[in-house]
């Protein structure tokens, strides 16, 4: 089957990149420490997900040389691999997190974080391993189960992970980036109108935010509805972040010809997969 070649392409795994993005916010921490993309406590006022590449660079920097005077300290470690893996280094996030997690072995916040940098740096049974250590069964963290989810997805597992975004719904009901990533499942299976579904469901809940909306417009898109799209990815926004979504979206848009073969290919088995 050429299911597990297809997700190891690079639309897959930009779609899953956003999964575990999403997946991992917040974990362990309440809503006044956290930032708006990634996993950490902020260490400035300025929410990651705002920023245009300029301004990513500059943080990238500045965070750099913090980390480089403490590089065992937790929030600055969590901040930097967070904005290096927004900026496509994902090898150098995978080295930061390694080195916080030494610092941190026990730490569920950490652990997640570690999960995801290794994920997106390819070591996906790893991250598997390194996400179920932060877990605890006697009290499961749904973000946890979320961010697993996503790994299973990239591992071609969708039946398991779709177990786990429900198995996650059922402890946060309605949680908007649980659906979406339930919605990019059937992305990856070449489901479509199913995805949508979810993806609509997910941006109607009140705390949905930006993501969220990306990833429906970027659902929407793929199915030739662009005008929808781009309304749709520029929603709530200022005008330089929603020009940085609508660049992101004609990008993703424009490998159409490798989400119609993964769609293609993956038709056979799209009802097993349910």
Not at 69 to 76: A, C, F, L, R, S
Not at 179 to 191: A, E, F, Q, T
Request: aromatic residues 4%; positive net charge; contains cysteine.
């Amino acid at each position: 089957m050429a299911r597990p070649h297809l997700l190891r392409s690079s639309v897959a795994r930009a779609t899953i990149l956003i999964c575990l993005a999403m997946a991992v916010t917040g974990c362990n921490t309440t809503k006044s420490d956290t930032i708006t993309t990634g996993s950490i406590p902020k260490t400035s006022s300025a929410p990651l997900d705002g920023m245009d590449a300029a301004q990513l660079a500059e943080t990238e920097r500045a965070i750099g040389g913090a980390y480089v005077k403490n590089p065992k300290n937790k929030d600055i470690g969590l901040r930097y691999a967070t904005v290096l893996g927004m900026t496509g280094k994902h090898a150098q996030a995978l080295a930061v997190m390694q080195q916080v997690a030494i610092a941190n072995p026990t730490d569920r916040q950490v652990l997640a974080a570690y999960g995801k940098a290794q994920a997106a740096a390819g070591e996906l049974e790893q991250a598997l391993g390194t996400i179920g250590r932060a877990q605890t069964p006697d009290h499961p963290d749904w973000r946890l189960m979320s961010a697993e989810g996503a790994v299973l997805d990239q591992l071609g597992r969708s039946n398991e992970a779709r177990q786990k975004y429900r198995m996650a719904l059922q402890t946060q009901p309605n949680e908007p980036t649980i659906m979406s990533n339930l919605g990019m499942s059937y992305v990856l299976s070449g489901d479509l109108k199913t995805a949508e579904t979810y993806m609509r469901n997910a941006a109607q809940q009140p705390a949905a935010d930006s993501r969220v909306r990306q990833n429906l417009a970027l659902v929407v898109g793929l199915q030739g509805r662009f005008s929808e799209a781009e309304t749709i990815a520029r929603k709530e926004l200022s005008q330089s972040q929603a020009d940085t979504n609508v660049t992101y979206l004609r990008s993703m848009l424009s490998q159409q010809n490798s989400w119609a073969k993964l769609a293609d290919k993956d038709k056979p088995a799209k009802l097993a997969a349910n």
